[in-house]
């Protein structure tokens, strides 16, 4: 089993930035591919970005293409999703996931194990 931990999340104005971390227990972090999604109010979960088990390949949606950048540090069993230039729309609960499989998907249901989230609000 393993926990993913989002923190980081917070109030920031339009056009800062905000660095989340999600930290994984288990010996198999290293393994797994991570990825982050946001939830707004009244929307679907969707996918935000994700990044493969080595860290050599990373994906984004449009949405957020050249704001936010993902990476991991397998040694502290942590992804981080930076993100810079942000607007109102990217305001959600920002949610965690890793895969087994080492592979990231842009769907929900390919992803084992999520956390519970950690809310980004950004103010206009």
């Known amino acids: 089993q393993v926990q993913l931990v989002e923190s980081g999340g917070g109030l920031v104005q339009a056009g800062g930035s905000l660095r989340l971390s999600c930290a994984a227990s288990?010996?198999?972090?290293?393994?797994?591919?991570m990825g982050w999604f946001r939830q707004a109010p009244g929307k679907e979960r969707e996918f935000v970005g994700g990044i493969s088990w080595s860290g050599g390949a990373t994906y984004y949606a449009d949405s957020v293409k050249g704001r936010f950048t993902i990476s991991r540090d397998n040694a502290k069993n942590t992804v981080y999703l930076q993100m810079n230039s942000l607007k109102s729309e990217d305001t959600a609960v920002y949610y965690c996931?890793?895969?087994?499989?080492?592979?990231?998907?842009?769907?929900?249901?390919?992803?084992?194990?999520w956390g519970q989230g950690t809310q980004v609000t950004v103010s206009s």
């Open positions: 996931a890793a895969a087994r499989s080492g592979t990231y998907y842009t769907g929900l249901t390919r992803w084992d194990y």
């Open positions: 288990g010996r198999t972090f290293s393994s797994y591919a």
